[in-house]
């Protein structure tokens, strides 16, 4: 960080301790939008590391998760929560480091306390919170320890590690004998870590879904359209996104994991769409390039065509993964998918040519290319759809069964 005076710093400079530092932490992470990147020689147990980093983002949100550890003492780190943090992002190893450093988006935590429970709660800790400019170098170094010294967990290699098993619920050693000074932050709902019903609990309701979804995209398509020459499937899930990630209050978020829906009547669903969509409109002109899922769609038609597909390469299948949301989401279910133990190319082919060119009921097609694939769940299968045939199929995942649901439909 360049020398400068607290007085030239001005408030883009703030000092963390005590409750205020997990709480800071925790309310900067809900509202990450970008990436979370994190420096910790120690990670301790997975309900202490969730509750400091909260669950907002974890499925749906394109915000990157990059976590540097030290595992060349093994005892430094959870394994669970290892694994939980490979299920959602990357995790790199770098020998000796001993820095403990939080950024969100444009801002860095550098800080005194490892991502564990003693260091939250047990240990008078202090941190710096750099704002815009003044986190520019810490940003910046560590870019430089990811991309040319740190080196990259798998699974595999995290199973490997002559780590103990603790339960979640086990106590951390370190600072067994330390009094708890302040408490950690609400540890949130477990469901937001783990995809629940709703896309996730099979094909039997696709029909009335697809029917709900085709009267709720022209009731959207009545009030305004931004981008009218892509198809109004791509903008309607760019909206239910927007309600569940960026809108003031995530109004949707609340539906993820609640099976009932609101009570609407048809005039009173109207209203509610022809007050958020003027408001999507709005951050959408302002929120940068909001066309990617058109560019996604291009990829998945292109590399899927008929007369494609049976040629289909292992790095090909991988450009396609990468354009799932809820593979994205979760990245070591994307990890095993690939995984050649798992499913070999040729499985693969034959399972996705299939469901976008076979024949019989949408049901049928879905129901048979998740049967054939390990790893390739009903939210991946119904989100494949979708990207292939953009004017025919919804984006379908949890975000967009929780955005209908705000809006009175059952789903």
């Not at 120690?42 to 990059?66: D, E, M, N």
């Not at 597909?309 to 095993?336: F, G, H, P, R, W």
Request: glycine content about 8%; proline content about 5%.
């Amino acid at each position: 960080m360049n020398t400068k005076t607290r007085a030239q710093m001005g408030a883009r400079v703030n000092t963390l301790h005590g409750a205020g530092l997990a709480m800071t932490l925790r309310k900067l992470s809900e509202q990450a939008t970008e990436r979370i990147w994190i420096v910790s020689p120690y990670i301790g147990r997975w309900p202490a590391v969730s509750a400091l980093l909260g669950g907002t983002w974890w499925l749906g949100s394109t915000v990157t998760l990059q976590v540097i550890t030290d595992v060349s003492d093994a005892g430094n780190v959870h394994r669970g929560t290892l694994l939980h943090l490979l299920n959602r992002g990357l995790v790199k190893t770098l020998a000796g480091v001993h820095a403990k450093i939080y950024i969100i988006d444009d801002q860095a935590i550098v800080a005194s306390a490892n991502l564990t429970e003693t260091g939250f709660t047990k240990r008078r800790e202090i941190a710096v919170l750099l704002g815009g400019p003044e986190a520019t170098d810490t940003i910046s170094l560590f870019k430089t320890w990811w991309e040319t010294l740190a080196q990259e967990l798998t699974p595999e290699s995290i199973e490997q590690l002559e780590i103990e098993k603790p339960s979640d619920f086990s106590p951390e050693r370190e600072g067994a004998g330390l009094p708890v000074l302040w408490p950690l932050p609400p540890k949130p709902d477990g469901a937001l870590f783990e995809a629940p019903g709703g896309a996730e609990g099979g094909f039997a309701s696709y029909q009335r879904f697809l029917k709900h979804y085709n009267e709720f995209a022209a009731a959207y398509a009545g009030v305004q359209r931004l981008w009218p020459d892509a198809p109004l499937f791509l903008e309607t899930d760019a909206f239910l996104n927007y309600l569940f990630h960026e809108a003031e209050g995530k109004p949707s978020f609340e539906f993820y994991s609640k099976r009932e829906p609101r009570k609407l009547d048809k005039i009173e669903r109207q209203t509610e769409i022809e007050k958020w969509a003027p408001l999507f409109g709005k951050w959408a002109r302002s929120a940068g390039d909001q066309r990617w899922r058109e560019r996604r769609a291009a990829t998945v038609k292109k590399l899927l065509e008929k007369d494609h597909i049976d040629e289909l390469t292992a790095s090909e299948v991988k450009q396609v993964v990468d354009c799932l949301n809820c593979m994205n989401a979760l990245q070591l279910i994307k990890y095993k998918f690939l995984n050649p133990n798992n499913n070999i190319v040729e499985k693969i082919r034959a399972a996705w040519k299939k469901l976008v060119h076979g024949h019989g009921s949408e049901e049928e097609r879905m129901h048979a290319c998740s049967k054939a694939l390990r790893f390739f769940g009903t939210s991946s299968v119904q989100e494949l759809l979708g990207w292939y045939y953009p004017e025919r199929y919804p984006i379908r995942n949890n975000n967009s069964d929780a955005g209908l649901r705000f809006f009175g439909y059952r789903v």
